[in-house]
């Protein structure tokens, strides 16, 4: 793995910032006071205990969920202070694989991923379907065009989704769980995925993940965060958090509970 | 041997309970009552302490005998010793107790009092208005859209829905129809033909099937069959964040999933209404031929006579309206659907219970309407 390997050409201000951003259901504050900026061509991990607000903070930072407080900045832009139109063209450099994989089910697989590629290029339905049989093959699936979501199991969706994500060429891909529901071998055929689009096209990945395997092989950055105080407690290098974190919660998370 | 239960002093702040016997669920166990009362009247007791050497078997109705006594001691402020118990029985009891129960996990153990249920319930009614008239403002600005030729949809898509609420609807409108203009046409007779006016059926028959009946049955059809389905897909779809996929790749879910949707019931039910319409009169002249002896033509010119051109349009525009009405309750209900299998019925619950609310509301307006202008 050269998960550290590869450097990147890094923007001062950062890829994405989180600035103050505080979460709300209604009255209950899930998460508050998040700040943390992730580098371009970074793969930067999510993590924390089940029910912590890391799908609610993946949700807000892919324009799904207005902050309660606080803002979410793409380039030094921020997503919600702009215009609708501005919105569509941020939104636009983004790939997103849902953790059910969300693979719209009255549609093939290859109309799944051509979709947003009719809708957004030029290309003619011949060019489409050639970028369509790529994406599918890159991910494994090469021959699966025709088939409808609910005809493949659950690992294949994760995959098919993934591939409809990167159809556009996305400059940020989100995963929520990308590895849940995953035997050990498909989840990591998955990482190694994350980590070539990382190094071959220089794209920023989030993850939402609480697999300690996939966030010490693909994470550069990580942060956790608490369910307890609802705040991040932690951010740096998942290995060097591991061993030596100030934070017993964080070591312990990050050791399997053992200390 | 079933469980047997006695309890013993080892010192006077001491008190032991000794187990005997098998401890199954399926055995009529002793209660922890018998504990509870020896705690009661001795309020000295500091230590409780197990002798489980006589057990034979035991399984969970051990466990729940145990956890009865850990919660009394609790609220005594009492050791527990489980030193005499089964090893597999101490050490699922400390499974048990190693995280304390969570006191502040939100869910009200009660139901809230009544006036409470009401001012709740009150509110969020209260709620639903805007938030149904924030989905007719986006569906607006949808059609809008559709108008200027900017509306993301598939082409596709559309056929597919005119195909399923068009075409598939037929054989149900038919047999609803035809029964309806049969009852109106049997009812009907039986009172004209105390006049001797049984020609008269085709009038009423063909009156009631074009502005009323047709249009109303059509929609009440309607709602069942695609208002519910429309929910029941677009809640499914929420459920599978299929909707949040178009909103991440920046596409307008109410482009993409309603106003298909709304644009096929729309185009589909003035046709569907005309359908029965002409079902409903050939039942009619059914009645007419075979039960009071009119002759099929002389049936035929009594409802050309009897028909006008305006007639047909107050139908069609009802029941164009009326597919509006479903079609908006159908997406409206499946679009605010929550994320679970039992929000999906709600959903589609809801959605024909709205639908039809809003077409009986419609027709009743509707009506005034047109009698107020005459037509």
Known sequence: MKANGVQHKKDPGGHITVQDLTMMYGNFV????????????????????????????????????????GRVLFDDISYWESSSAEQQRIKRSFGMSFQSGALWSSLTLAENVALPLGEYTDLTAADIAEVVSLKLSLVGLAGFEEFYPSEISGGMQKRAALARAIALD?????????????????????????LELRDSLGTTIVVVTHELA??????????????ETRTMIAIGNPRTLRDGSPNPVVRQFLNRGEL | MPGQLSLQFHSPDDLRVVLAGSWLLVDSLPSADDVALQLQSRSDVH????????????????????????????????????????????????LATAVPPQEDTGKHSKPPPVLERIGLRSLSMWRAGPEMLHFLGEVTLSFGRLLRGTAQYRRSDLMLIIEDV?????????????????????MGAVQLAQFGAQIYIANLVSLGMTREMGALMTGVIMAGRTGAAFAAQLGTMQV?????????LG????????????????????????????VGITAGMFVAVTVFDISTFEYYQQTVRSMAWSHI??????????????AFAGCLRGMQCGRSAQAVGEATTSAVVTGILFIVIAASLLTILFQELGI
Request: proline share 6%; with cysteine.
């Open chain 2, 240 to 248: 599978n964040e299929e909707i949040d996929a178009f909103r991440t």
């Open chain 2, 166 to 186: 068009g075409a598939h609807a037929l054989p149900i409108v038919s047999l609803i129809s035809f029964l309806v203009g049969l009852i109106v046409a049997y």
């Open chain 2, 47 to 94: 230590r409780l302490s197990f002798d489980g050497k006589a057990i034979t078997q035991w399984d969970s109705g051990l466990l729940i005998f145990l956890a009865r006594v850990y919660q009394l001691a609790r609220e005594g402020r009492i050791h527990v010793d489980p030193g005499g118990l089964p090893e597999g029985a101490r050490r699922m009891m400390k």
């Open chain 1, 214 to 227: 996939s966030i010490f092989t693909i994470g550069d950055n990580a942060v956790f965060l608490d369910a």
């Open chain 2, 251 to 278: 596409f307008n879910p109410i482009d993409f999933l309603v106003l298909p949707r709304m644009l096929a019931l729309i185009l589909m039910m003035p046709l569907l209404v005309l359908y029965a319409g002409i």
């Open chain 1, 30 to 69: 899930i998460q508050h006071d998040l700040n943390f900026t992730i580098p371009r061509g970074d793969i930067f991990i999510i993590m924390g205990g089940s029910g912590c607000g890391k799908s609610t903070l993946l949700r807000h930072m892919i324009g799904l969920k207005a902050p309660a407080r």
């Open chain 2, 313 to 326: 349009w107050v139908g069609v525009i009802k029941g164009t309206v009326y597919g509006m009405l479903i």
């Open chain 1, 170 to 194: 996305p400059e940020i891909l989100f995963f929520d769980e990308p590895s849940a529901g995953l035997d050990p071998i498909s989840s990591r055929r998955l990482d190694d995925l994350i």
